[in-house]
């Protein structure tokens, strides 16, 4: 097995390093504390190719392969796990899927905006009664002929207020279950599209979370993603490369921790020494370390499998599961490692704490990796 990178897997890594070093550490706990998008920095992002790595040059991408995509991603949420979902899901959810799935037609009027940076997308799957039960579907798309009318809520929309174009999930066929939903290219502005307050949230504060209201709004067919019935599949094809993004945000927001961890624990003494001698201290990054490594070669694997055309449905639910874990366990022991500066705003571990619990809930729980993971062992 060869685990060196590519020179050109190096020179991503280091340009993603320098970006969220240089302009995404300026800032990152106001924005935070005031629950501001990233808005400079994500339009840098976008001027440096981070919004559509994976698409098409043809597409306005940067035709990267998926483990340049994961070593940007652990890069900036090592600093800012905020900008770095509105990456994975630019990259993840919105653009794969629309090149994966979408017509020419789509590719061209919506696919090369996105992959370019013009603008940003959302993925709406997730409503008040549908978030790991993703087959019971609310919101409802009535075929009309040559358009569909939407009606019905979304829930927990990342990039909901500050996203131009949507991919919706609706049920048209209510009795077909699961078989009768359709994904739907929704833009901003459409008639009766509205969008609701901004969630006040635990962590990721700076990313842009909202729920959105469909109030007869009329799409036209040519906006349907795939065949009659397809956006059940679609979603479920497009979220299990989605939670390679997210394991390389946990596995970034675990290492950006312990560096910090590791730091200071050089720094600091106590007991006339600096704590990293003691070896309660020691045993603590030692753990740290090798949990991250393990966390890591599970993220590369996943990313390695999806380049390679290898089914990563399994390894792509590992990798979310241990690495989201990782970092929730991570982040918890650099707090106790600074001690009461731990605690501290200043010294951001106590967001990275807060910002690794949303990586075992979203795009699929923790306990829904477990049910991927296990249908996957008993079906060998």
Excluded at 48 to 67: A, C, Q, R
Excluded at 87 to 114: A, H, I, M, P
Aim: one cysteine or more.
């Amino acid at each position: 097995m060869d685990f060196s990178l590519s020179e050109e897997q190096v020179m991503i890594q280091q340009a993603a390093r320098d970006f969220a070093q240089q302009e995404l550490l300026p800032g990152v706990i106001e924005r935070d504390d005031a629950q501001k998008f990233p808005k400079e920095q994500v339009k840098k992002m976008a001027e440096l190719g981070f919004l559509g790595m994976m698409v098409d040059p043809k597409y306005g991408g940067s035709g990267l392969d998926t483990i340049s995509y994961v070593l940007a991603m652990e890069e900036l949420s090592k600093v800012d796990a905020s900008a770095s979902v509105i990456v994975s899901v630019n990259n993840s959810l919105v653009c794969w899927g629309l090149e994966n799935f979408g017509t020419e037609d789509q590719k061209q009027k919506y696919l090369k905006r996105l992959a370019s940076g013009d603008c940003i997308g959302a993925f709406c799957l997730s409503e008040p009664e549908a978030g790991s039960d993703a087959t019971s579907q609310k919101t409802t798309a009535i075929d009309k002929g040559d358009h569909y009318v939407i009606n019905g809520t979304k829930n927990w929309i990342t990039n909901g207020g500050t996203a131009e174009i949507y991919l919706v999930m609706a049920q048209t066929h209510k009795e077909k279950g699961h078989k009768g939903i359709n994904a739907l290219i929704v833009e901003k502005g459409m008639k009766g599209f509205e969008i609701g307050p901004k969630e006040n949230k635990l962590g990721i504060r700076g990313s842009d979370t909202h729920s959105l209201n469909f109030n007869d709004v009329k799409v036209p067919k040519e906006n349907r993603i795939g065949e009659d019935g397809f956006g059940f599949k679609f979603a479920m094809k497009t979220l299990a490369g989605g939670r390679i993004g997210i394991a390389a945000q946990a596995l970034g927001i675990a290492a950006g921790a312990y560096e910090l961890a590791l730091k200071y624990s050089k720094q600091r003494k106590a007991f006339g020494t600096e704590i990293s001698n003691h070896q309660a201290i020691a045993f603590k990054l030692a753990d740290m370390h090798t949990q991250i490594e393990a966390a890591r070669n599970l993220v590369y694997k996943a990313a390695w499998e999806k380049d390679h055309g290898i089914n990563y449905d399994q390894s792509s639910a590992m990798a979310k599961l241990f690495a989201s874990q990782v970092a929730m366990d991570t982040t918890i022991e650099a707090v106790q490692i600074h001690g009461g500066y731990g605690f501290v705003k200043e010294y951001h571990v106590e967001r990275m704490m807060r910002d690794a619990k949303i990586t075992q809930i979203y795009e699929g729980t923790s306990e829904i990796q477990k049910i991927v993971i296990s249908r996957g062992i008993l079906r060998d």
